[in-house]
């Protein structure tokens, strides 16, 4: 297998994400579902943004083809991070896909107000949530078309 | 119009209480047209005019019981009384002639100089007409209406005064009879005229504000009812009296009463008009409300701490999801890639902490089904129960094909309910009959019937194991199993949740079994008729 191929195929998810059980336990089903996926994680709000926008130590950052947001963040709530991607020109095209463990009606209207992608609620069964986890896969890696600007900024 | 058809007590009119209008006798002593009043102006005119104008005036004056009649020289001193001012004050002639009448007066009100005030009022202007609070012989008090009239002779030289005086507060025939029912009232009872006075009350006020009677007679009504009263009687620009009061008319307003003592408590005031001589007088029904207000404030407390407990539930056990989801998970991956890896033991340690942390995932999730059915019920609408059904052997549609069950129903009726939450109702009774079976086919029928009530009862009849009737309460409490779990798998939830539904619907849920013979569940619901 050709090492360039690899490097070129890879797709890079920015997962906001502040409970650390919850980076790792993405991270393992990730990594069992789909072994091309560099997952980036920020683990608040004001991080996302500064990733997002390759500011100090992510300067280098690349651009995420998914992001998976998290909505009870500290320092930036998650709906704040949502509303900034959406209304930067350059960003609001990455699609944006709520992953939380409310269920609330108002939060999920509220996502979808602010052009979150989807919106998805974590199982608690670790079963559910690596199928939960297969399907971002199958449907918004694999089948979706997204935007090709991976140089662009 | 609206006042009159609204008195109370229609004896009680106009004309009624008095024998006599206060003008008319006014008119008898100061009118220089009258024959009999001619006396008064000029008590120094011919013998025999006198003698007869006297005797005439004399007659009259001694048949009216029903006001004071008396007349003062110019500095005050009594020169005349006639029996009503006997009656009323308690002086008889020969013990008050040629008193100051300042011993009508309070004490406070003679060293306020009122009664000298009084008369250069009515020197000046020649009538005063007034209400206020008379003191009688034996020291007690009472409000009366009193007109002061200046005599002069025709020179116009002041020679005295004549007060024509009514005990408001006294008992008259159709009075008394009011005084009688303000008696027997319930409540506290307080008559208040338009300027805001009391001037009749009945014992229950004397008791609830802890004044004597005579303490309250002639007494701003503010003073034991400091706010919101007075208020309402005042006539303005924009309405007269009779509108002010008849906005008010037949409504509970609740204020707030002052006792003697300076305590206050909650009361709650109706007010109805009664028409007299004096115009208008506002009769106020008050009752205290203190116990209302406890018991109001304890049912709110209660109501509260139920709904917070049943919210820390919720919030409790959604929260310790969290927490749980991360053991719950790496548990299973931990035993996913290490199973077989360690050692025997480790194989076991890790086995119990999977299932236990599983079984906890289920508790919880029970528990937080069981909290939704209050906090997140819907409203009770027109619910075809036969649907309900339908959709939950739909739900049920597996466990029904693995068993073979057979499920039969009768025509089921329109009722009022939740239809998800009854469908939960139907899945977890039918489920249970299913799942808690001897070997062989689990029967299972649905049928509905009215009782007296008009209530529809249903029964959901299975031919299960059965449940010792020592049990039937236990069963529908939350966690409670009478199986050991390697038996029958379940938290223990699903009749909990069964008889929250059916409590929240307004009805009951019931139980009648045989170990071995199967078990009739029971419930009822209203029907849907009458209701929108």
């Keep these: ?153 | 119009m609206e006042m009159s058809k609204k008195r109370l007590f229609p004896d009680v009119v106009q004309g009624h209480i008095g024998t006599m209008p206060l003008e008319r006798l006014y008119d008898l002593v100061h009118d220089p047209g009258n024959a009999s009043a001619k006396v008064v102006e000029a008590p120094n005119s011919p013998e025999e005019s006198l003698r007869d104008s006297e005797e005439k005036y004399r007659m009259l004056l001694d048949e009216i019981q029903d006001y004071a009649i008396f007349m003062l020289d110019p500095r005050g001193a009594v020169v005349s009384w006639n029996a009503g001012a006997e009656r009323i004050k308690g002086y008889k002639a020969e013990e008050i002639v040629g008193h100051n009448f300042s011993a009508f007066f309070s004490p406070e009100d003679v060293k306020q100089g009122m009664p000298e005030e009084l008369l250069r009022v009515t020197a000046t202007n020649g009538r005063h007409e007034f209400q206020g609070m008379r003191v009688r012989k034996d020291g007690s008090r009472f409000l009366a209406s009193i007109i002061f009239i200046a005599l002069r002779d025709l020179a116009g030289n002041l020679r005295g005064f004549s007060e024509i005086s009514r005990d408001l507060s006294e008992s008259k025939e159709s009075a008394a009879k009011y005084r009688g029912l303000l008696e027997a009232a319930p409540d506290a009872m307080v008559v208040v005229n338009q300027s805001g006075e009391i001037v009749l009350l009945n014992v229950q006020a004397e008791k609830q504000f802890g004044y004597r009677r005579d303490e309250l007679i002639g007494q701003k009504v503010k003073n034991i009812i400091p706010q919101g009263f007075a208020e309402r009687l005042i006539a303005d620009g924009t309405r007269t009296a009779a509108e002010a009061l008849a906005q008010q008319i037949g409504m509970g307003i609740e204020l707030t009463g002052r006792r003697k003592n300076g305590s206050e408590f909650p009361i709650e005031i109706m007010l109805s008009p009664l028409e007299s001589t004096e115009g208008i007088l506002v009769t106020a029904a008050i009752r205290d409300i203190t116990t209302r207000k406890k018991t109001d404030a304890h049912v709110l407390e209660l109501n509260r701490s139920n709904e917070e407990l049943g919210q820390f539930a919720y919030v409790a056990s959604h929260d310790l999801q969290e927490p749980l989801r991360m053991v719950a998970s790496f548990t299973e991956l931990l035993a996913r890639r290490y199973r077989g890896k360690l050692d025997s033991d480790a194989d076991e340690f890790i086995g119990f902490a999977v299932d236990g942390a599983r079984r906890m995932q289920r508790l919880i999730q029970d528990l937080l089904a069981y909290s939704r059915v209050d906090t997140k019920g819907n409203d009770l609408v027109h619910t075809a129960s036969e649907e309900a059904l339908r959709r939950a052997l739909m739900n049920l549609r597996g466990a029904i094909e693995e068993s073979s069950a057979q499920v039969t129903h009768d025509p089921l009726p329109t009722v009022m309910a939740d239809q998800r939450q009854l469908i939960q109702v139907f899945q977890n009774l039918i489920g249970n009959g299913i799942k808690y079976q001897n070997p062989g086919v689990p029967r299972i029928h649905i049928s509905a019937a009215r009782n007296a009530d008009k209530k529809w009862i249903f029964s959901v009849k299975d031919n299960g194991l059965g449940i010792d009737p020592q049990y039937f309460e236990k069963i529908f409490v939350i966690f409670q199993r009478l199986h050991k779990r390697d038996e029958f798998s379940g938290t223990g939830i699903g009749l909990a949740i069964c008889k929250r539904i059916v409590e929240r619907h307004g009805g009951t849920i019931s139980v009648e079994s045989q170990l071995g013979h199967g078990s009739t569940f029971t419930f009822d619901l209203a029907g849907s008729e009458g209701k929108s």
Excluded at chain 1, 13 to 37: A, M, Y
């Design chain 1, 1 to 153: 297998m050709n090492h360039i191929e690899v490097e070129s195929s890879h797709l890079d998810v920015l997962l906001v994400e502040d409970s650390p059980g919850d980076v790792r336990l993405t991270k393992e089903v990730f990594r069992d579902t789909n072994i091309d996926i560099h997952l980036h994680v920020a683990s608040d709000g004001v991080e996302a943004m500064a990733f997002l926008r390759r500011e100090g130590e992510h300067v280098n950052a690349p651009r995420p083809d998914l992001i998976l947001l998290d909505l009870n963040l500290p320092k930036m709530d998650g709906r704040v991070v949502l509303a900034n991607i959406k209304a930067d020109a350059n960003l609001k095209s990455i699609p944006t896909v709520i992953l939380t463990t409310s269920e609330s009606e108002v939060d999920i209207v509220k996502s979808y107000r602010l052009q979150a992608n989807c919106y998805l609620s974590k199982p608690v069964q670790l079963e559910a949530f690596e199928n939960l986890v297969k399907s971002i896969n199958d449907f918004w890696l694999t089948k979706v078309k997204l935007p090709q600007q991976r140089q662009g900024g």
